[in-house]
């Protein structure tokens, strides 16, 4: 096996074993953005979702050439479509806020709190009224935010296997530059021992993956990646003793 296709075979291995962690993520409700909404839905002046009932809404984005179109609550300020040079002072001009951009909408509850998201694309199923629409806002919001945790989880876990697999491939190298030093075998070199290596993890890279499903603990699959990885190397050099051919 080349080094690069036993490098490709290592990185594949890292990534399969995130799979207990995405596959275990569970979305969070955050208490303080359903609040933030449900104060939107009080505030929010009545002929909002009327007024964007107006224009076609296809494909995730409103369809208009119409921009700053502004409707003034007691307590909030709407607008549909604000131009690009205007975005910054209706931001900075009011506390309580909603844009509506063609994809996007912001609230802004204060100056400090702000809530982004991506329209949904169900959104036309959501107009029959205020309340129907800001909740489908509110659960846009929730899930992108929770699409972005899962991705930070799965990168951090990721890369964390990543780290603790390249460290464990370190220490096998130099073990067995030791034993080669002692013609305990003759086939020492950084392109046959990662090859073993890839080879060798195959069977606890599986069965590392199959206990994270019952716990997601990079803490218990590295051991067992690794563990198993020096047994079967160990099995392979009883068999073989590690006698270098070209079929390696």
């Known amino acids: 096996m080349t080094w690069w296709k036993s490098i490709l075979v290592m990185v594949g291995w890292s990534i399969i074993m995130t799979w207990p962690f995405a596959s275990s993520f569970e979305p969070v ?13 009080t ?3 009545e002929e909002t979702v009327s007024e964007l009932s107006n224009f076609n809404y296809d494909n995730g984005a ?9 409707i003034d609550g007691d307590e909030l300020q709407v ?4 131009s690009a040079d205007n975005l910054d002072g209706y931001l900075k001009g009011s506390d309580k806020l909603l844009l509506i951009l063609p994809d ?3 609230y802004q509850t204060d100056q400090n709190t702000r809530y982004t998201a991506n329209l949904p694309l169900d959104l036309n199923d959501h107009m029959a009224d205020n309340a129907t ?10 899930t992108e935010v929770n699409t972005q945790s899962k991705q930070i989880l799965v990168m951090t876990r990721q890369l964390t296997i990543f780290i603790l697999g390249l460290g464990g491939l370190m220490i096998i190298v130099s073990r067995l530059n030791i034993l080669q030093k002692h013609k305990f075998h003759d086939l020492f070199s950084f392109q046959y021992c990662l090859g073993m290596v890839a080879t060798a993890m195959g069977l606890p890279a599986i069965i590392a993956i199959i206990v994270g499903f019952y716990t997601t603990s990079v803490n218990v699959m590295i051991p067992i990646l690794w563990g198993g990885t020096i047994i079967m190397l160990y099995i392979s050099y009883r068999q073989t003793k590690f006698i270098r051919t070209d079929t390696i």
């Open 62 to 70: 409103f369809q208009s050439d119409q921009a700053d179109i502004i």
């Open 29 to 41: 409700e955050d208490g303080t953005v359903n609040n933030a909404f449900e104060e939107l839905q």
């Open 79 to 82: 607008v549909i479509f604000p």
């Open 133 to 142: 629409f800001i909740e489908s806002l509110r659960v846009s919001y929730q």
């Open 104 to 106: 996007q909408f912001v």
């Open 43 to 45: 505030v929010i002046p």
